[in-house]
Nanobody
Framework: QVMLVESGGGLVQAGDFLRLSCAASGGIFSTYSMGWFRQAPGKEREFVASIGRGSGSTAYADSVKGRFTISRDDAKNTVYLQMNSLLPEDTAVYYC?????????????????WGQGTQVTVSS
């Protein structure tokens, strides 16, 4: 059983940056591909970014390409999401997830383990 705990959310202004972290425990972190998803009020949970084993592959939603960067530190069992040039439409609860896959994946159903989420609010 993998446990995921997100941190780093907060209230920022448009144009600011945030760095989310997700600490994993209970599994062999390096064997999982990791992803970030987000859910805004009244909307479905959507894919944001993913990173495969060994950081060999990454994937991003079109809406965040060029602004967000996903990375992982297997020695620390942690995945990060660097979010730059934040927009009000980035406001959502951000969830970390782990998948028993080699490559990065945007498919929500590929992910077996989920964190509780961290709130990101971007004011205009």
């Amino acid at each position: 059983q993998v446990m995921l705990v997100e941190s780093g959310g907060g209230l920022v202004q448009a144009g600011d940056f945030l760095r989310l972290s997700c600490a994993a425990s209970g599994g062999i972190f390096s064997t999982y591909s990791m992803g970030w998803f987000r859910q805004a009020p009244g909307k479905e949970r959507e894919f944001v970014a993913s990173i495969g084993r060994g950081s060999g592959s990454t994937a991003y939603a079109d809406s965040v390409k060029g602004r967000f960067t996903i990375s992982r530190d297997d020695a620390k069992n942690t995945v990060y999401l660097q979010m730059n040039s934040l927009l009000p439409e980035d406001t959502a609860v951000y969830y970390c997830a782990a998948a028993n896959r080699y490559y990065a994946s945007s498919g929500r159903t590929d992910y077996a383990y989920w964190g509780q989420g961290t709130q990101v609010t971007v004011s205009s």
